[in-house]
Nanobody, 122 residues
Framework: QVLLVEFGGGLVQAGGSLRLSCAPS????????MCWFRQVPGKEREFVAA????????DYADSVKGRFTISRGNAKNTVYLQMNSLKPDDMGVYYC???????????????WGQGTQVTVSS
């Protein structure tokens, strides 16, 4: 049962931009904190950005601060990740997750999407 679906991954040149979307499937996540993680083969899942259920609080990994922006749609049910000035180090599978608290640990998030691949060419 897929509860979160990610869109928007793809191939982009270094310095370019992508916008990822995360939409619910089968239920609502309006009252949940939402988070983006990324993972490359052989490494642990890495925190990227998170947003509170209201959209009033956000948190970013230092590596993406100033380049990425997380936001929620007007209905608070869809989450976006605008990624600018992309670098090869930003490559990976990006996962959307929902949880009850705005935290950085992946173990705190209950619901996950299946991921979308982001590839950045140098």
């Amino acid at each position: 049962q897929v509860l979160l679906v990610e869109f928007g991954g793809g191939l982009v040149q270094a310095g370019g931009s992508l916008r990822l979307s995360c939409a619910p499937s089968g239920r609502t996540f309006r009252s949940y904190a939402m988070c983006w993680f990324r993972q490359v083969p052989g490494k642990e899942r890495e925190f990227v950005a998170a947003i509170s259920w209201s959209g009033g609080s956000t948190d970013y990994a230092d590596s993406v601060k100033g380049r990425f922006t997380i936001s929620r749609g007007n209905a608070k049910n869809t989450v976006y990740l605008q990624m600018n000035s992309l670098k090869p180090d930003d490559m990976g599978v990006y996962y959307c997750a929902a949880g009850t608290r705005l935290v950085r640990g992946p173990e705190e998030y209950t619901y996950w999407g299946q991921g979308t691949q982001v590839t950045v060419s140098s």
